[in-house]
């Protein structure tokens, strides 16, 4: 399968901090990647959807303000969480979206868990 | 009526057993369709992708398809403790980059 990397995989940082997270795809192309987060013993959640060269699709209720999303080449996409509060203290996962035949599979990254003091 | 249906579980089974995962799904243009793995602490791993009505087999994972029916299905056979672990549905509309992920069902194999 494909293999997508995030760096980092844990972040610690103190209120009011931006922190970014990186996520690659390592072995193949990709124009869409998602940017996910995850509360202890929760559903995964859709934050973003990010397209290369072009902006964001924010779900509902993810303030994109907040959450930057920058996809600007087919392998790279970063998710920046800025001024960061103890409630965004989370486990960040991407993936991206990967084409076998005609149709797409989406593989996911290992994670960051970030924690905000 | 949520895309992705899945019994969150627990679900528990002996070392050895069959597991079975379900789940069903609203829209009929779906096209492709996913089992995905999460220990708990990582991130979801692919295991098994089908997309064409019957059963696909992978080792001790088999993904069964039915689209008159919306469901797609899950057996573990000779399940090991090491298959303990969430399972999530995930449904590919229109082969585009709208996907849909159940909630997972919980599953424990006691040894």
């Known amino acids: 399968g494909a293999v997508v990397s995030q760096h980092p995989s844990r972040v610690i940082c103190k209120s009011g901090t931006s922190v970014k997270i990186e996520c690659r795809s390592l072995d193949f192309q990709a124009t869409t990647m998602f940017w996910y987060r995850q509360f202890p013993k929760q559903s995964l959640m859709l934050m973003a959807t990010?397209?290369?060269?072009?902006?964001?699709?924010?779900e509902q209720g993810v303030e994109k303000d907040k959450f930057l999303i920058n996809h600007a080449s087919l392998t790279l996409s970063t998710l920046t969480v800025t001024s960061a509060h103890p409630e965004d203290s989370s486990f960040y996962i991407c993936s991206a979206l990967s084409l076998a035949g005609a149709n797409y599979e989406q593989y996911f990254g290992p994670g960051t868990r970030l924690t905000v003091t | 009526q949520k895309e992705v249906e899945q019994n969150s579980g627990p679900l528990s089974v002996p070392e050895g057993a069959i597991a079975s995962l379900n789940c069903t799904y609203s829209?009929?243009?779906?096209?492709?369709f996913f089992w995905y793995r999460q220990y708990s602490g990582k991130s979801p791993e692919l295991i098994m992708s089908i997309y064409s009505n019957g059963d696909k087999e992978d080792g001790r994972f088999t993904a069964q398809l039915n689209k008159a029916s919306q469901y797609v299905s899950l057996l573990i056979r000779d399940s090991q403790p090491s298959d303990s672990a969430t399972y999530l549905c995930a449904v590919n509309i229109a082969s585009g980059n709208q996907f849909y992920f159940g909630t997972g069902t919980s599953l424990t194999v006691i040894p």
């Open positions: 990010s397209n290369e060269g072009s902006k964001a699709t924010y």
């Open positions: 829209d009929r243009g779906s096209q492709s």
